[in-house]
């Protein structure tokens, strides 16, 4: 039972169960979940992403920057 208590479920990818294979740079409110309070976008191991959407988010999140659709760090 001791040992039955650090383990945790591997998360999901919320995108494979939507079933997007694209993601989108203009959907700012889902990109914004995948970003910290300083504007740095979340590792894979804590978002839950697979690797596919993990890249995509990060290109995504990247271009929103660019046009001043996300913060690059926060205030």
């Known amino acids: ?4 208590r650090g383990r945790r479920r591997r998360k999901v990818c919320s ?3 939507d079933k997007i294979d694209r993601i989108d740079y203009k959907e ?3 990109l914004r979940r995948f970003l ?11 978002s839950g992403n697979c690797a596919r959407h993990q890249r995509q988010l ?18």
């Open 1 to 4: 039972m001791a040992r039955e």
């Open 28 to 30: 700012v409110g889902r």
């Open 36 to 46: 910290t309070e300083r504007g740095k976008i979340l590792p894979r191991r804590i």
């Open 15 to 17: 995108f494979c169960v």
């Open 58 to 75: 990060t290109l995504a999140i990247k271009r929103a920057r660019q046009l001043a659709m996300l913060p690059y760090t926060a205030d």
